[in-house]
């Protein structure tokens, strides 16, 4: 299909979202996308009590207004309202997307009530918004909730430049991010004294988690450079998730130069093509997950290989939606 050649993207989430942004600008020029942040769009986070929350449902409804009332073409970053702006973002004259990125959400979110998808499934015809997923587990999702609105899949926006830091002096392993329920902490008990009775160092940071046998705990929120450091100093990032459809972490700790250790999934499969002895089965024992991890050493050029090809294929993918079709 024809596709615009001038983008402007809303972005309701703009703390949440600070590092994704710059990933999908530079993904969005590098697929030959002329693409600008919307400046009438409104935050949606970080307002605080029964006042805040208030304000925050109002933006939401102003951001959808200025949205039916924007000319040209209009990317949604983030689904404030949930599958509601499925319908809500729609446009007769004008090119509209929504970008889910996890269209059933691991946690509570307001707009995925089975009498929201109800709603959303009525949108007219000529005016639904194309919506647009980050992994093959999430397309499968919105065609079955949706199905009759346009679907397409783009691969999570990645930097330009890789950043490669010293790793550590001993083999070291990091699992980054907010704790959620979807974490397996079963299976990190039974890993953490494993890999440090085999000389690892294991460390767990992110906000909300618990104490955990075996790793040591940092429960904070990281700013973005230490972050970086971190994920550049290990030798792997690990992904314990019972649940998930695509990682910004893992995309990230690429970008510094760090492969990552996780499930088999279609997000992960896409990441790291080459590289199926860092995958474990769904579900697979403990016993897996130590023999992957024992292999990030194998090829020192593997995390650079693996770079170049994600971001090449990632340009690809947002440009055949958004880019110049001449």
């Known amino acids: 299909m024809s596709s615009p050649t001038t983008l402007c993207y809303s972005d309701p989430i703009p703390t949440v979202l600070t590092h994704f942004r710059r990933e999908l600008a530079e993904t969005l020029a590098g697929g030959g996308a002329d693409a600008s942040r919307a400046h009438w769009s409104r935050p949606v986070e970080g307002l605080p009590g029964p ?18 009332l924007t000319r040209g073409p209009v990317l949604q970053l983030w689904p404030s309202l949930g599958l509601l702006e499925a319908r809500g973002w729609a446009s007769r004259r004008h090119p509209r997307w929504v970008l889910f990125h996890d269209p059933t959400p691991l946690r509570r979110q307001h707009g995925f009530s089975e009498r929201s998808r109800r709603w959303a499934r009525r949108a007219p015809a000529a005016s639904r918004p194309t919506l647009v997923v980050l992994s093959r587990a999430a397309l499968d999702v919105v065609r079955r909730e949706l199905p009759a609105h346009p679907a397409v899949l783009t691969m999570h926006p990645i930097l330009d430049e890789q950043r490669l830091t010293p790793k550590t002096s001993r083999p070291s392993v990091v699992v980054a991010g907010q704790y959620k329920p979807a974490r397996d902490l079963e299976l990190l008990a039974q890993l953490g004294p494993r890999l440090r009775d085999a000389g690892w160092t294991t460390t767990i940071v992110g906000r909300g988690w618990p104490p955990v046998p075996g790793w ?60 199926k002895r860092l995958r474990v089965p769904v579900g697979a024992c403990a016993e897996a997950w130590l023999e992957a991890l024992s292999h990030v050493t194998d090829d020192p050029s593997a995390a650079q290989e693996a770079f170049v090809d994600y971001r090449e294929r990632a340009r690809k993918s947002w440009g055949a939606v958004f880019g110049d079709p001449t």
């Open 51 to 68: 006042g805040g929350a208030l304000r925050m449902g109002l933006n939401c409804l102003y951001n959808t207004t200025r949205a039916r």
């Open 216 to 275: 040591d705990v940092d429960d904070r929120f990281v700013p973005e450079d230490e972050l970086d450091d971190l994920l550049g100093a290990a030798w792997a990032l690990l992904l314990p998730y019972r649940e998930y459809f695509q990682s910004g972490v893992a995309v990230r700790a690429l970008e510094n130069g760090t492969p990552t250790v996780g499930e088999s999934t279609s997000f992960l499969d896409d990441l790291q093509p080459a590289h």
